[in-house]
Structure formats: structure tokens, C-alpha cells
């Protein structure tokens, strides 16, 4: 079973790499999209999370047979309304760094108090221009005064995850998808997958 994973997101895309290492499923092959560089990406102008990871499977699902994941993820920060949200990637302009998105966000809680914040991700699974499923996952924790560590992407340095006492760009890329948002939502997208082999099997076992 082969599925193309959407995202030009290169953090992103080595995420979706190594889920489909870790997923269990020996039938599965999840790799990036062929040629993915090379096709425009689509708008996002989406109010929620599902909406925009819905209009990037089906758009990129029409590039392939197979079937295809695109999620759309963000950081929601109670204190700002559950700003950035959709907006997280361009939070301080379109083509904003991840140091300028985060300084914006150091810069909008000055003198917070409440840091509470949640990391969330909805892949979307499609195909020929469909979308069958959506999946969502997310972490609790907090935003800290100063970035910590140097692994991982975006909003990391500052997301500090209680559980394991420490930021996300602290943790290893394995220790990370063990917890994250992210890999909450492949988490249940490969028990959605594995049912689908099943039936699938099943469904052939009958014909011959």
C-alpha cells in the first residue's frame, strides 16, 4: 500500500518519513509526493484546520492513482484567542522565518500570564480528487519566555510539553512524534489504514 505524503514543509515532511517507518504496517510505503517541489501549492484560505488539510488532499490527490495525506497544523494559544491557529506558518507576514513567528508570539504575551497552549494537526487521506477521512491529534502545553533546544521546527523552541518537562526542540525526532500532534493523528491514521488492508485482503481472499 503506497501512500504520498503533501507537504513542502521539509520538518513536515521528515515527520511523515519517519511516521511511516514507525507505523507497523509492512505493507505500508509512505513517501513524499513525486515531483512534489515541482507543483504549485494550493491557497489556504480555510478557517479551520480540517478545512485546509481537506482542500490540500484533494488538490494533491489528482496528481496521483495512490492515495495521498496532507495535514494542516498550528499552535493555539488560549491567551490570544487560539492565535496563530491557521495562520501559524505566516503568523508575522507571508513569508515569515520560524525565528519571526516566534518573536511576534514572545512580543503578543509580554506580561501574560497564561500560557496555555495546544499543538494541533489534521492530516486529511484522499484520493482521485476525494477525500475519505480526516484525523485529528493534539498536545497540551505551554508557551515559555525563551526558546529551548535546537531539534525540531516552527513553534518548537518554545512549546514546553510537561509530561516529559521539556520543549519539543528538545526532544529527539522519535522521542517528538512519540507525543506530538502529529503523531497523534498518524497514529489513528495507521489503525484506519490497517483496517483498510484487512478488508481489502479480505475482500480478495473471497474472489479467488
Known sequence: MIVYACSTNPGKLREF????????LRELVLEPLPRLQTI???????ATFEENAFTKAVYYSRFTRELTIADDSGLEVAALREAPGVYSARYAGPNATDA????????NLQNVADRRARFV????LARAGHVLTTFRGVAE???????????GFGYDPLFFYPPLNCTFAELTLDEKFAVSHRGNAFRKLFAYLAELHHENTAISDKIE
Not at 518519513?17 to 507497523?24: D, H, K, T
Not at 513567528?101 to 512580543?107: I, V
Not at 502545553?141 to 535546537?150: F, K, Q, S
Open 121 to 124: 494537526c489534521v492530516l486529511a
Open 40 to 46: 504549485p501549492t494550493p491557497s489556504e484560505e480555510g
Open 17 to 24: 518519513v519517519l511516521a511511516g517507518q514507525e507505523s507497523g
Open 100 to 107: 519571526a513567528n516566534n518573536e511576534l508570539l514572545l512580543r
Open 141 to 151: 502545553g505551554r508557551i515559555l519566555n525563551a526558546p529551548r533546544g535546537d531539534c
